[in-house]
């Protein structure tokens, strides 16, 4: 039986596939020569992709009206298709547009509370997590644009918040000159977690072109992409240490 492909269909994949081997040509942040991950080490390493929001809770709300929960989401699930192109099976906390709150919860509060709480919860679980935190920015004004890395526990989340920004820079606005900054304290999900753990802003709702941009499935799966190329590149430049390497 004949399988009928519409070019449509792949290209979002093909566009992907492009952009992550172009970041991967791009030069890295590290002057080391550490060897490339084993598939043994990618194993003990755990990534988890949190779409930021949900459910009642949308965050922030763009000029257009756009809620950016959904614009969070359709990142993540990118995100999540491309990794899965180069064998990396990530741990999604959504993957629909809801809430993780119990359901004893009743007002939007309780369930905002409850939400961050189950999230915090299942990253804590995780043994050798690293989180990807995926949002939106907004700010009084238009003048604001480009994306922002965010990091919780330096020691172990600097190199890739390093990385990741340097990329987003490369690849989609060169002319962002944005360091990857500590998250703040307001930031209940990062301050309560102790994995390698970045947050990234993907770009300013409040921004008229970037709203829309931010809206389009093409600069999705760019913003995708980086990240991806950026998750790839880490773990060749940082491999996870195996019980059966010589000292």
Known sequence: ???SIRLKDVLPLLLALVLVVLCFALPPIYADETEPVTAEAETTRVLIIDAGHGGEDGGAVSLS???ESGINLS????LDQILGLYGVAPVLLRSEDVSLHDSSAQTLREKKVSDLHNRVAVIEAAENATLISIHQNTFQGARYHGAQVFYANPELSLPL???TQDL???TLDPGNARAPKPIPDTVYLMNHITCRAILVECGFLS???EDLLLQTAGYQT???STLAAAWLQFQEL???PTTNEEA
């Open 1 to 3: 039986m004949a399988i």
């Open 65 to 67: 009206g756009v809620p």
């Open 75 to 78: 990142i993540a699930l990118k």
């Open 161 to 163: 918040a390093q990385l």
């Open 168 to 170: 987003l820079r490369q």
């Open 207 to 209: 921004n008229p072109e």
């Open 222 to 224: 760019k913003l995708a």
């Open 238 to 240: 940082e491999p996870v």
